[in-house]
T-cell receptor, first 110, second 115 residues
């Protein structure tokens, strides 16, 4: 059975800290790994990763995929209170379905 | 470009009733996927449609069904509602092209409460 595991489940940091969120997976017929940010509404797309070792960056956020070890990390540097959200990792299989992890709840305190 | 829209945004029903939710994808996107989000189970895949055909279905009972129209709009139907069906129902759209990497973009969701 396909499985996506995120860690930690929750995290509290101070503004300015750097955080690393983890996502490991076991998925048949892997196609891509996606990261989403969810505040009190629908998930918003952050990154899609398809190849190992290629870092995707957007401002203070970056992510990388390791297809050999079956994991991905999402880094957020110089965190701000606006980064407080649930970060979801999802893996797409060849059946066009996204298999989501339970998410990491990040709280950034002033 | 307008994003994914879902109607209604909120819905309250009683057990045993049925409900129909609607999703309009981003213009040009032909794939619509549906997900159920609950505090206990997180986000779970329901089904995916492309060009009016269901390409994949998640592990949900037959009370959950869907369809897609020629303009790519999709509807999801839940019959004989149960308390456990209370959830946020999200739809996501993507180009859905086979052999390509397709980012899925989510709509705002429909919050269904079953009393």
């Amino acid at each position: 059975e396909d499985k996506v595991v995120q860690s930690p489940l929750s995290l509290v940091v101070h503004e300015g800290d750097t955080v690393t969120l983890n996502c490991s997976y076991e998925v048949t017929n892997f196609r891509s790994l996606l990261w989403y940010k969810q505040e009190k509404k629908a998930p918003t797309f952050l990154f899609m990763l398809t190849s190992s070792g290629i870092e995707k960056k957007s401002g203070r956020l970056s992510s990388i995929l390791d297809k050999k070890e079956l994991f991905s990390i999402l880094n957020i540097t110089a965190t701000q209170t606006g980064d407080s959200a649930v970060y979801l990792c999802a893996v797409e299989n060849s059946g066009y379905a996204l298999n989501f992890g339970k998410g990491t709840s990040l709280l950034v305190t002033p | 470009k307008a994003g994914v829209t879902q109607t209604p945004r909120y819905l309250i029903k009683t057990r045993g009733q049925q409900v129909t939710l609607s999703c309009s994808p981003i213009s040009g996107h032909r794939s619509v996927s549906w997900y159920q989000q609950t505090p206990g189970q997180g986000l779970q895949f329901l089904f995916e449609y492309f060009s009016e055909t269901q390409r994949n279905k998640g592990n949900f009972p037959g009370r959950f069904s869907g369809r897609q129209f020629s303009n790519s709009r999709s509807e999801m139907n839940v019959s004989t509602l149960e308390l456990g069906d209370s959830a946020l129902y999200l739809c996501a759209s993507s180009p859905g092209l086979a052999g390509s990497y397709n980012e899925q973009f989510f709509g705002p969701g429909t919050r269904l409460t079953v009393l």
